[in-house]
């Protein structure tokens, strides 16, 4: 073997090494702007609701752009979103093709924004103590739902 074509093939290694490295780095600065990024939600609550005040203040707190619009009947939106009575709550946000319902933690939201799950939104029926927006002496434990487009209802998160 020669030198030169010793030198040809240190070269490529170095090339395709130098190029994996640059693509990695590439990709894991995409994925932090992706979660990190001002992302914008529709929240619709009720103008005299506290927790809900706290919720939105939570989302704020953690990086989303929030539209808060106050109605005084939010059973309307919550059927035209397809949410089953039993998986409610006292407030609905839109995200993207989503919609997220009730206490739900921003870090899940952004988690379904990133992952882009084959589902209709997120939802923490009730309002658990100790969920954002609810916070007080007592920390109760709670689940996010997922619901599928077939109304199918599955663990996303457990608290």
Same mark, same amino acid.
């Given at each position: ?69 106050? *109605? ?29 319902? &009730? ?7 952004k988690k379904m924004l ?11 029926? &009730?309002?658990p103590m100790g969920s954002? &927006?609810?916070? &007080? ?13 077939? *109304? ?8």
């Amino acid at each position: 073997m020669s030198i030169k074509s010793i030198f040809t093939q240190c070269l490529l290694l170095i090339s395709v090494f130098v190029l994996s490295v640059t693509t990695t780095l590439f990709s894991k600065t995409n994925q932090a702007n992706a979660t990190n990024e001002l992302v914008e939600i529709t929240v619709y609550k009720t103008p005299t609701c506290g927790c809900c005040g706290k919720w939105v203040d939570h989302l704020k707190n953690n990086g989303f752009k929030v539209n808060a619009i106050n *109605q005084t009947d939010l059973s309307s939106i919550k059927q035209q979103l397809g949410i089953a009575t039993n998986l409610q709550a006292c407030h609905t946000a839109k995200v993207g093709n989503y919609f997220v319902e &009730g206490h739900v933690p921003a870090s899940d939201i952004k988690k379904m924004l990133l992952t882009k799950p084959d589902i209709k939104g997120i939802t923490v029926p &009730g309002m658990p103590m100790g969920s954002p &927006g609810m916070e &007080g002496a007592r920390v109760d434990k709670y689940d996010v739902l997922a619901i599928h487009k077939d *109304q199918k209802v599955t663990l996303f998160s457990r608290y």
